[in-house]
């Protein structure tokens, strides 16, 4: 089973800032099939990033992936408000799939 | 705009049997273009791929989870479930249904809090 570990644990930002959000697996990931979710308070998952660099239909160019391997990245740039939340990693490439622990994201 | 909606029992009891029910709307169900999973997430904590099926009945489940999961579909009523064996105080979580065009999920319902205690 491939682990992924997430860093930091909790990123403090102040709106128009840029995040840097690591996933790092355990073993290379195939295909390179990462997907990134964005988890709000109270709410359900939503996809962000597939294939560890594909926008999701109807999410902002301020959210890009990138990567390949073993080390994947999501970068959130002019950070808003609205952009606080826990954002997870998912490698689906190898089964079982699994998830990262997550990075909370704070804007003040 | 598809949407998916997760029912079922809100408290089990330890060693009874957790059932859940997905109902899929704007769209069909009987597609081979999605997968379609479940998803939990236990209280403060980070999320879990249960298991998906494919619109054919074929199944895929999480090892740990394996011995005692069943994922079923039926494409007459446009929804697919869940039922989960022998339930510990560990199974309680906000479970989610989601679509899958590939192995991640697209489209999630918005979880219903299952809690395990007599």
């Known amino acids: 089973e491939i682990v992924l570990t997430q860093s930091p644990g909790t990123l403090s930002l102040s709106p128009g800032e840029s995040a840097t959000l690591s996933c790092r697996a355990s073993?290379?990931?195939?295909?390179?099939?990462l997907a990134w979710y964005q988890q709000k308070r109270g709410q359900a998952p939503r996809l962000l990033i597939y294939?560890?660099?594909n926008r999701a239909t109807g999410i902002p160019d301020r959210f890009s992936g990138s990567g390949s391997g073993t080390d994947f990245t999501l970068t959130v740039s002019r950070l808003e408000p609205e952009d606080s939340a826990v954002y997870y990693c998912?490698?689906?490439?190898?089964?079982?799939?699994?998830f990262g622990p997550g990075t909370e994201v704070d804007i003040k | 705009q598809m949407q998916l909606q997760e029912s079922g029992p809100g408290l089990v009891k330890p060693t009874e049997t957790l059932s859940l029910t997905c109902i899929v709307s704007?769209?069909?169900?009987?597609?081979?273009?999605?997968?379609w999973g479940w998803i939990r997430q236990p209280p403060g904590k980070g999320l879990e791929w249960i298991g998906s099926?494919?619109?054919?009945?074929?199944?895929n489940y999480n090892p740990s989870l394996k011995s005692r999961v069943t994922i079923s579909i039926d494409t007459s009523k446009n929804q697919f479930s869940l039922r989960l064996t022998s339930v510990t105080a560990a199974d309680t979580a906000v479970y989610y249904c989601?679509?899958?065009?590939?192995?991640?999920?697209?489209?999630w319902g918005k979880g219903t809090t299952v809690t395990v205690s007599s």
């Open positions: 704007g769209g069909s169900i009987n597609s081979n273009s999605y997968h």
């Open positions: 989601g679509r899958r065009p590939y192995y991640y999920i697209d489209v």
């Open positions: 099926i494919y619109y054919s009945g074929s199944t």
């Open positions: 998912q490698q689906y490439g190898n089964s079982p799939e699994t």
């Open positions: 294939g560890a660099s």
């Open positions: 073993q290379s990931v195939s295909k390179n099939y």
